[in-house]
Each structure stands twice: as structure tokens, then as C-alpha cells.
């Protein structure tokens, strides 16, 4: 089982960014799929959660009607979609699998600034 985030840099506030998130080694279309963000010094928490065939989606109160979770099950990718963001949302952000007691990828930076 693997995850890879990619996408992730430098957004001005206002901006706009979308993460991919390229999975393998399991039956991708059956599962759920998640975005997770640490920020220094802060626990990590749940951004948005997509269910396996996408039509049940969750997203965190702070980023919501701001981040928009994705995904294609032709192409084993899950995606978020970062518009105005702000620079609260400056952070490492993971892809989760729900698969066993759960993979997660490396992570990928996303720093908010102008």
C-alpha cells in the first residue's frame, strides 16, 4: 500500500492550490479517503473525507466552503482543492488510507503568505 501527496508550495492568501494524492496497492474504489494537516507545534487533525465512490463528503468547519475534497477512482488519485486560503491553513498535508490500521503518505508542505 502506498500514498503519494504532491502539489503542495507556496499560495499567497486569496489563492488557490490543489493537492494530489496518488494511491496503489489496494482497491482504491472501495475505500474512503482522507486529508489530514499538521501544523508546527499543533496535533494533526482532519481536513476532509470523501466516501469510496465519492458522493459523501465531509470537511472541517474552518476550511469549509473554502477546500473542496475529489477524487477519481479511474486514476487511483484523491484530490483538495485549496481555494482562499489563509494563513492558518499553512501546513504539512497527508493523505490517509483507511487500510489496516491506516497508511499515510510523507506529506506535503503548503505554506500560506504573501
Known amino acids: 500500500v502506498q500514498v503519494v501527496e504532491s502539489g503542495g508550495g507556496l499560495v499567497q492568501p486569496g489563492g488557490s492550490l490543489r493537492l494530489s494524492c496518488a494511491a496503489s496497492?489496494?482497491?482504491?474504489?472501495?475505500?474512503?479517503m482522507s486529508w489530514y494537516r499538521q501544523a508546527p507545534g499543533k496535533e494533526r487533525e482532519v481536513v476532509a473525507r470523501?466516501?469510496?465512490?465519492?458522493?459523501?463528503?465531509y470537511t472541517t468547519d474552518s476550511v469549509k466552503g473554502r477546500f473542496t475534497i475529489s477524487r477519481d477512482n479511474a486514476k487511483n488519485t484523491v484530490f483538495l482543492q485549496m481555494n482562499s486560503p489563509k494563513p492558518e491553513d499553512t501546513a504539512v498535508y497527508y493523505c490517509?488510507?483507511?487500510?489496516?490500521?491506516?497508511?499515510w503518505g510523507q506529506g506535503t508542505q503548503v505554506t500560506v503568505s504573501s
Open positions: 490517509h488510507a483507511p487500510i489496516g490500521s491506516g497508511f
Open positions: 496497492g489496494f482497491t482504491f474504489r472501495r475505500y474512503a
Open positions: 470523501i466516501g469510496s465512490v465519492g458522493d459523501d463528503t
